[in-house]
């Protein structure tokens, strides 16, 4: 590598890390307040929000990369352009595409961090954030007691508690039970307490009462009691796992598509394929970005005005390029023999950057032909 390729290389690494470092800070903090709500709210501890916002941190860095990377590359080009480094480099006889290789190699490196995040990194964190979501899920306490609030568990069940002890006491609870065509039950206690049961918690309410009305003809009965224990298996919908997520298989298995795979995740063969293929298109986007940015900026030359407009087609280029991978897709999922089509947004993202560093070129030609 040249000292010149070295130095730009550099630059370009530098500037990566900073505009990385940013945009994960901001789309990290955005999923941060919807986690701290989430969970905060139903109850669980920071701890267990440090651990869900860190395991989201692999699938934000994957989603910047391509950005943070076209925004490196816009904003050296742009410099080196005005401060007239890249146009002594061009005196020397440096063409547009001996300009843009080590911005070649800058994607490249870039590239290779995205496989690793979009194939290894990613994957695992959302199996374990998958599993760890499991186990929340199955926490009664956490999903569905909240001191103060009217709360609807399943259908036809309504639950209120006045005030949660820290010792785990639920304090003046009222349990509705509208299920039944035929009756209606409401349960009254000055405290209850949750205990593990084979199949799911029970309810041990203490100093009560539970009211039964019958539709037809509006009778009530009152049955009081010290203790009375109620078995929350149908009533409550806990320790549903739920099926498999694409995002926590690994890539083999979504490029085998299995039956089994088929089964576990309820997706259909076509959309695996595309899940699978497009963490191996994903990372080409890496490539094409800072290459469109770069050749972009080689349209212009120097002007005390800047590079706005050459920076407003780079832009646009990559916003056109993002359609175009969002519309590969959703036709990719239509038919399983459509996964190819997710490789032609950064192919032809590769292609318009190899179009403009040739047009870059081609004025400087016509004027020497033409002296």
Do not use: C
Request: hydrophobic share 55%.
């Amino acid at each position: 590598m040249s000292r010149f390729d070295r130095y730009l290389l550099s630059q370009l690494l530098q500037l990566f890390g900073f505009f990385a470092l940013v945009l994960v800070a901001v789309y990290w903090v955005n999923r941060a307040v919807g986690l701290f709500d989430q969970l905060i709210g139903d109850g669980q501890s920071a701890m267990v929000f440090l651990e869900f916002s860190i395991l989201t941190l692999p699938n934000a860095i994957r989603l910047v990369l391509p950005v943070a990377a076209f925004a490196s590359t816009v904003y050296v080009a742009n410099r080196l352009m005005q401060e007239s480094e890249l146009v002594v480099m061009q005196a020397t006889g440096f063409s547009a595409f001996r300009l843009a290789r080590p911005v070649l190699y800058f994607g490249l490196t870039v590239m290779v961090m995205q496989l690793v995040l979009t194939n290894v990194l990613v994957p695992a964190s959302q199996r374990i954030l998958s599993e760890r979501s499991a186990e929340i899920s199955r926490n009664v306490t956490a999903r569905f007691l909240t001191a103060g609030q009217f709360m609807h568990p399943s259908p036809g069940i309504t639950l209120y508690i006045r005030e949660i002890s820290p010792n785990g006491e639920l304090l003046d609870l009222f349990l509705a039970d509208e299920r039944s065509a035929e009756s209606r039950a409401i349960h009254t206690a000055r405290k209850a307490f949750l205990v593990r049961g084979e199949v799911a918690p029970k309810l041990v309410m203490v100093d009560g009462a539970t009211q039964d009305v019958t539709r037809h003809d509006g009778r009530l009965s009152v049955t009081r009691f010290s203790d009375f224990t109620l078995d929350l298996a149908g009533l409550l919908s806990v320790g549903e796992t739920g099926q498999i997520a694409l995002n926590a298989l690994s890539t083999q298995t979504l490029l085998a598509a299995s039956p089994e795979a088929i089964e576990a995740t309820g997706a259909s063969r076509a959309q695996i394929l595309e899940e699978g293929h497009s963490r191996l298109a994903a990372p080409l986007l890496a490539v094409a970005a800072p290459l469109i940015g770069f050749a972009a900026l080689m349209l212009g030359s120097f002007s005390r005005f800047g590079l706005w407009r050459q920076m407003a087609l780079a832009v646009i280029l990559l916003i056109g390029m993002q359609l175009l991978w969002t519309w590969a897709g959703s036709l990719a999922i239509t038919a399983a023999t459509g996964w190819a089509i997710v490789y032609a947004p950064p192919l032809l993202g590769v292609a318009a950057g190899v179009g403009l560093l040739w047009q870059a070129q081609r004025p400087r030609r016509l004027r020497r032909v033409a002296a």
